[in-house]
């Protein structure tokens, strides 16, 4: 982790004078600076709750697109809340975290639309 705040640092606070750094909420322990804005994808057009914490730099904030429904959420066993239903169910595999991690296309139109 200690590696991976450093090389985020780096990049943040480099001398470009446009970055937008797009990450999840960060661990309090990475002691990374606050974030600019926090997106979903349900406030682009889809139907999904992911957190994505964006550190901007030199652009404006990202805008809110087409805003739906945040979409069906896993409930437990014990009836608490835990996210969303297409993140929890997504089945086991080698490459799961790669699908979990993957950026929403609402999302990633939205910036090229913005910021491209």
């Not at 780096?10 to 600019?36: D, G, M, Q, S």
């Not at 990633?108 to 910021?115: E, F, G, L, P, V």
């Amino acid at each position: 982790m200690y590696d991976a705040a450093t090389f985020f640092i780096k990049l943040l606070y480099a001398p470009i004078c446009k970055i937008v750094v797009e990450n999840p909420i960060p661990h309090r322990y990475a002691n990374l600076p606050p974030y600019t804005q926090i997106v979903e994808p349900w406030m682009f057009g889809e139907e999904f709750t992911k957190k994505t914490c964006l550190w901007v730099k030199g652009v404006l904030p990202l805008k809110k697109g087409k805003i739906v429904r945040k979409g069906e959420r896993y409930i437990t066993r014990s009836g608490r809340r835990n996210g969303a239903k297409w993140f929890m169910l997504l089945p086991a595999s080698a490459d799961r975290w790669k699908i979990r991690s993957r950026t929403f296309q609402g999302i990633a139109n939205a910036m090229a639309a913005q910021w491209g």
